[in-house]
């Protein structure tokens, strides 16, 4: 049974920091591109992508969060974390991992991620 499941979120001020952490199992998680989503609070357009990273551990970010946010994993512990520094309002969201190789996607059930100012 496939399982992401994140964990890390709360209630931080502005130009806090808190960790992200999705830990995996149920599939070769070295074999997937790993990445963080973010839907936030009555957005209807849907999920952005925040960071990804790749089986080779190339990353990239979300222009938003490029030298705040930084996105890592570790493949002996099945985990993805995401590391975020000077946290803005504007981040509060429900943050997904999410877990992608070809045409299949793995999406966790969120952590909520609260800014305030």
């Known amino acids: 049974q496939v399982q992401l499941v994140e964990s890390g979120g709360g209630l931080v001020q502005a130009g806090g920091s808190l960790r992200l952490s999705c830990a995996a199992s149920g599939f070769t998680f070295s074999n997937y591109d790993m990445a963080w989503y973010r839907q936030a609070p009555g957005n209807g357009r849907g999920r952005e992508l925040v960071?990804?990273?790749?089986?080779?551990?190339?990353?990239n970010q979300a222009d938003s969060v490029v030298g705040r946010f930084t996105i890592s994993r570790v493949n002996a512990e099945n985990t993805v974390y995401l590391q975020m520094n000077s946290l803005k309002p504007e981040d509060t969201a429900v943050y997904y991992c999410n877990a992608w190789r070809a045409a299949i996607q793995y999406w966790g059930k969120g952590t909520l991620v609260t800014v305030s100012s």
């Open positions: 960071a990804r990273i790749t089986i080779s551990g190339t990353t």
